[in-house]
């Protein structure tokens, strides 16, 4: 069954730098693109970032282009999110899902979350 | 961007009621559409894709239709699990990926 897990949450400074990963397991991770999707505390979702399979294409919602990054280690079936300069807005539970084939653009596995405080 | 709009925002009905819920593109998006719930406190779910079909395990209560900049979700008879948030999502090549706004769904 397919399962992707979340880590690297926490509570950081406005500026400041946080990495999330993502590990997957159940699918053939390096066939597949991957999303980062945020929800901030009683709010909508919204998309966040976009890796094909391979990792040769990217793209990111306005928001955090020029901040974020997302990368993937196919050969440890992870995907990141590095978050560089971070805001209040930042503030979120961030899920990672699994896009329902190489570049289908939507997502048909999901984590759990990991919770991203950005806050003095 | 492409923006897009639900509606209601919220809804309450009752079990075994027929439920419609509305997502409209500010541009043509052919049939690029998905639909997902989200129950309270749960990660979402994937329940139908390109604007009608049925994903894999998603009960038969659930359907999509529409096209172009208006689509349609319906539940045919409502049920207690169904309680959560809708959500539409446009995937309509490279721009970026938007959800609605969504609808809160209360059982009466």
């Known amino acids: 069954q397919a399962q992707m897990v979340e880590s690297g949450g926490g509570v950081v400074q406005p500026g400041g730098s946080l990495r999330l990963s993502c590990t997957a397991s159940g699918f053939t991770f390096s066939h597949f693109g991957l999303h980062w999707v945020r929800q901030a505390p009683g709010k909508g979702l919204e998309w966040v970032a976009f890796?094909?399979?391979?990792?040769?294409?990217?793209f990111y919602v306005d928001s955090v282009k020029g901040r974020f990054t997302i990368s993937r280690d196919n050969s440890k079936n992870t995907l990141y999110l590095q978050m560089n300069s971070l805001r209040s807005e930042d503030t979120a539970v961030y899920y990672c899902a699994k896009d329902r084939d190489m570049a289908a653009f939507y997502m048909d596995v999901w984590g759990k979350g990991a919770t991203v405080t950005v806050s003095s | 961007d492409i923006q897009m709009t639900q509606s209601p925002s919220t809804l309450s009905a009752s079990v075994g009621d027929r439920v419609t819920i509305t997502c409209r593109a500010s541009q043509n998006i052919k049939s690029w559409l998905a639909w997902y719930h989200q129950s309270p406190g749960r990660a979402p779910k994937v329940l139908i894709s390109?604007?009608?079909n049925l994903e894999s395990g998603v009960p038969s209560r659930f359907s999509g239709s529409g096209s172009g900049t208006e689509f349609t979700l319906t539940i045919s008879s409502l049920q207690p699990e169904d309680l959560g948030t809708f959500y539409c999502q446009q995937y309509n090549g490279n721009s970026a990926l938007t959800f609605g706004g969504g609808t809160k769904v209360e059982i009466k």
């Open positions: 390109k604007a009608s």
């Open positions: 890796i094909r399979y391979d990792g040769t294409y990217t």
